[in-house]
């Protein structure tokens, strides 16, 4: 099982900017996908954005035109670059690998992001 560690997480004032990155234990195929989700207190997971192996994005309209989602095939990790951050983006921040040929999802552990109003 692949194993993907977060980091990157933090306390950051409204407005801010910060870098996520995720690094996984074993190559990722490009006919697989990455992506960031979030969790904030009291609510259901949802996505941020995703990044296929063709680097296409999908962004949640929430993030849009505020983060950038990266995949660094050579490293094997995936980034996620938030700007004008704001109190609603506060939640636990999870990297994820969808493998397509199985369906499986895995996830990492999280990392809190936390944006003081």
């Known amino acids: 099982q692949v194993q993907l560690v977060e980091s990157g997480g933090g306390l950051v004032q409204a407005g801010g900017s910060l870098r996520l990155s995720c690094a996984a234990s074993?190559?990722?195929?490009?006919?697989?996908?990455m992506g960031w989700y979030r969790q904030a207190p009291g609510k259901q997971r949802e996505l941020v954005a995703t990044?296929?192996?063709?680097?296409?994005?999908n962004y949640a309209d929430s993030v849009k035109g505020r983060a950038t989602i990266s995949r660094d095939y050579a490293k094997n990790t995936v980034h996620l670059e938030m700007n004008s951050l704001k109190s609603e983006d506060t939640a636990v921040y999870y990297c994820n690998v969808h493998y397509a040929l199985t369906g499986r999802d895995y996830w990492g552990q999280g990392t809190q992001v936390t944006v003081s109003s």
């Open positions: 990044i296929t192996g063709g680097m296409r994005t």
């Open positions: 074993e190559r990722i195929s490009s006919i697989n996908a």
